[in-house]
């Protein structure tokens, strides 16, 4: 029992000794990853940032042809509905001709006919037999094709259906991979005490640009709206990202412009002008296409930067990138 004793004893050195090893490796552990610096954080923030402008551009082309796609299906569901209801049309007629031949016993068959001893009632009956089956034969030959083109147009809608699905799981991927890339820019951003939520009641500011015409109304428009916070997708009117911003700007101007920035840059591929002869209400791209402004005369820019900033004015001299311009 003593040595039981002793031993028990001699233990307790070994498992202290154990614990206090197994706590100094996790605190060297903790030691060997430091915490990033500020310009460590600032760099990887960067770094999102620029990857941000081209998966954003990305997700709202997934969005417009999810968009397109439904707006396709809806179409030829609408189409098959109609081409239902002409088949039911037709086809309850051709059931009233056969009901009433039944009842009737068809009286204006040809045997009838064959008994008229008044040569003109003959031929009046004739006539009449000669129409009733023209009637029935255009009717059955309208359904026989209207049966016909409706499996044609179940194809078409079905083909409708099943990309617009397709697409719609691309969407959703697209939107899981903005939303975890958005929220580590938010979480630097925050880190860095630079994350601005912005206003999506701000009034904006006045316009006193050198703009004239339609440039100019753009112009208006896309200042009206600074102070409103950029969030990816958004088209307004408490939220815009970079190229719904001057979408909707052109378009209180009367121009239609395409959603992403891409896609108003292949827009403009017969309206570029050289950086060096830019003008107030020109789309300027930047960022391998992930981004889009608008000049707004004396070396400025309005635009809608990214994620924790707010629509804003610019130099030029503060955005890097800019490679094209195009006039709406």
């Known amino acids: 029992m003593v040595v039981r004793g002793i031993r028990g004893v001699g233990r307790v050195p070994l498992i202290t000794g154990l614990i206090a090893a197994v706590v100094l490796t996790q605190a060297g552990g903790a030691e060997a990853k430091p915490k990033p610096t500020i310009a460590q954080t600032k760099a990887r923030l ?34 098959l509905k109609d081409q239902l209801a002409t088949i039911e049309r037709l086809r309850s007629g051709l059931v009233s001709v056969a009901v009433n031949a039944y009842q009737s016993g068809d009286m204006l068959s040809w045997p009838s006919l064959a008994s008229q001893e008044d040569p003109e009632a003959l031929l009046s009956g004739l006539a009449s037999v000669d129409q009733m089956a023209a009637g029935r034969s255009r009717t059955l030959a309208e359904y026989e094709n209207a049966t016909r083109a409706l499996k044609g147009q179940r194809d078409k809608a079905k083909g409708a259906y099943d990309d617009a699905v397709q697409i719609l799981q691309e969407l959703r991927r697209q939107k899981k991979d903005v939303e975890k890339l958005v929220g580590e820019q938010e979480r630097l951003l925050r880190k860095l005490n630079q994350f601005n939520p912005g206003n999506p009641n701000s009034p904006g500011i006045k316009y006193d640009g050198p703009a004239s015409g339609n440039a100019r109304t753009a112009l208006q428009f896309a200042f009206a709206q600074v102070g409103k916070p950029y969030r990816y997708g958004g088209t307004g009117p408490g939220a815009w990202d970079c190229s719904g911003l001057t979408q909707a700007a052109w378009r209180a101007a009367g121009v239609s412009l395409p959603r992403t920035a891409a896609e108003q840059y292949s827009w403009g591929a017969s309206r570029r002008v050289p950086l060096n002869a830019v003008q107030p209400g020109d789309l300027l791209f930047a960022s391998g296409l992930g981004h889009v402004g608008m000049y707004a005369g004396g070396g400025k820019m309005v635009h809608a930067p990214r994620t924790g900033d707010v629509v804003k004015v610019v130099p030029l001299s503060s955005y890097h990138g800019i490679f094209a311009a195009v006039r709406p």
Do not use: F, I
């Not at 990857?51 to 030829?76: G, I």
């Open 46 to 79: 960067e770094k999102l940032n620029a990857q941000a402008d081209k998966v954003v551009d990305k997700y709202n082309a997934a969005n417009e042809h999810w968009k397109k796609a439904r707006k396709a299906y809806n179409a030829l569901n609408g189409d």
